[in-house]
């Protein structure tokens, strides 16, 4: 389940909220979802938030590092926050916390 937040009085930020599994299951669909609110919204600003994000599979990874690379190619700044311990460990295990991060630090707001 994807829930989505857009403020305009913040510059444009969209704050995506990913509810459950992020699997090959459902990874195709979300991704889907996430591209139309991009291309709707138009934001300066995308935020993942994965604090109730339940599990993560390779595909989820891979859809995050899309994600990354559609925003760094239109200038959009990109951000992920609270993922828990597993979704964390995953990130680390397919070692790709300094581009999904920046600084290979996670984002816990």
């Known amino acids: 389940m994807l829930k989505f937040e857009h403020d305009e009085s913040n510059g444009g930020k969209l ?3 990913l509810k459950g599994s992020l699997t090959k299951d459902n990874v195709v669909s979300i991704r889907k979802e996430i591209e139309k609110a991009f291309f709707e919204k138009s934001p ?3 935020t993942i938030d994965l604090s109730d994000a339940t599990s993560m599979d390779t595909a989820g990874v891979a859809l995050l590092v899309i994600l990354c690379r559609i925003c760094k190619s ?9 993922p828990d311990d597993k ?9 790709l916390e300094q581009l999904l991060l920046g600084n290979g630090d996670f984002n816990d707001q």
Do not use: M, P
């Open 44 to 46: 300066n600003c995308v």
């Open 74 to 82: 239109r200038d959009i700044n990109f951000r992920i926050v609270n």
């Open 87 to 95: 979704v964390r460990k995953v990130i680390r295990l397919a070692q």
């Open 15 to 17: 704050t995506v909220h």
